[in-house]
């Protein structure tokens, strides 16, 4: 059964850490792109990679990291420079320019 | 600039009346846009993309170029299409804010 897998589906940060949101696809997609989602502003683009070893900002990448060092994974990376890490987090795949298939999606709390 | 605007951020309707979701567009050449749903609880997925066509659970978008629009229409809406519905297009990265559509009993 092909998609997209993201985990954990709720994760809870303490003030000052980093914490990593896993993002795994078995569609063999090349592209891999990660949204923030707040009510009220849609999905906003923080990071994106189009090929293995290669990756864009997006336009919130600030507090962000990723690393795409296999095809099928492209962690995100919440660091404490984040100033507002509580959000939605999705993950997407997409074959060139077809529509994306998402994750189920991370909700990460900062306690 | 190039972009894509969903002007209603929330629309309501009543259950068996026309619903129609607003998705205008600037761009110069010829775009190829979709439409994407998320249900309360479910992962956003695509619902249907202008170039195949189709219709999916009862709606349908037609590009109309002379107006710039992708609008998503259904003739009569069920409560189980409350949802959020987001128009994007291929060759933009970035969504719109989406319309959260309520349809009342």
């Known amino acids: 059964d092909g998609g997209i897998t993201q985990s954990p589906k709720y994760l809870f940060r303490k003030e000052g850490q980093n914490v990593t949101l896993s993002c795994e696809q078995n569609?063999?997609?090349?592209?891999m792109y990660w949204y923030r989602q707040d009510p009220g502003q849609g999905l906003r683009l923080i990071y994106y990679?189009?090929?293995?070893?290669?990756?864009q900002k997006g336009d919130i990448a600030e507090g962000y990291s990723v690393s795409r060092e296999k095809k099928e994974s492209f962690p995100l990376t919440v660091t404490s420079a984040q100033k507002n890490p509580t959000a939605f987090y999705l993950c997407?795949?997409?074959?060139?320019?077809?529509?994306?298939?998402f994750g189920s999606g991370t909700r990460l709390t900062v306690v | 600039a190039q972009r894509v605007t969903q002007p209603e951020k929330l629309l309501s309707v009543f259950k068996g009346a026309p619903v129609e979701l607003k998705c205008n567009y600037s761009?110069?050449?010829?775009?190829?846009l979709f439409w994407y749903v998320q249900y309360s609880r479910q992962r956003l997925q695509l619902l249907l993309r202008?170039?195949s066509r189709e219709s999916i659970k009862g709606f349908t978008a037609d590009l109309n170029k002379g107006e710039t629009s992708f609008h998503l229409k259904k003739p009569f809406a069920q409560e189980e299409d409350s949802a959020m519905y987001y128009c994007?297009?291929?060759?933009?990265?970035?969504f719109g804010s989406g319309t959260q559509l309520t349809v009342l009993p």
């Open positions: 202008h170039i």
């Open positions: 569609l063999n997609h090349d592209a």
């Open positions: 997407a795949s997409r074959p060139g320019a077809y529509g994306y298939t």
């Open positions: 994007a297009p291929v060759w933009q990265l970035t």
């Open positions: 761009y110069s050449g010829s775009p190829e």
């Open positions: 990679s189009q090929i293995v070893n290669d990756f």
